[in-house]
């Protein structure tokens, strides 16, 4: 289910923004756990790479990005090769 700016569950995403208070900076990557306010904001969790959350905290839309692993509108499908 899709929400305001695009963003769903689980979606993986970079701050935009430092967030000092927090000891996050722009470009960290973190995954959408939860959608908070019909989509007015997102719960984030970062963690390290053992997978150890260190930080969750609620973001504004405009304080990340989806980060994307596939060019915009291609159909994984149409990519197959047949033998």
């Known amino acids: 289910m899709l929400y305001q700016a695009g963003?769903?569950?689980?979606?993986?995403?970079?701050?935009?923004?430092?967030?000092?208070?927090?000891?996050?900076?722009?470009?960290?990557?973190?995954?959408v756990v939860d959608i908070l306010a019909g989509g007015q904001a997102y719960e984030v969790e970062f963690?390290?790479?053992d997978g150890r959350t260190y930080e969750s905290v609620g973001l504004r839309p405009d304080q990340?990005?989806?980060?994307?692993?596939?060019?915009?509108?291609?159909?994984?499908?149409?990519?197959m090769v047949s033998a």
């Open 64 to 79: 990340i990005m989806v980060l994307r692993f596939e060019p915009a509108g291609v159909n994984p499908l149409s990519m």
């Open 7 to 31: 963003l769903m569950h689980m979606d993986i995403v970079a701050l935009t923004v430092d967030l000092p208070g927090y000891n996050l900076w722009r470009g960290q990557v973190g995954i």
């Open 47 to 49: 963690s390290d790479r």
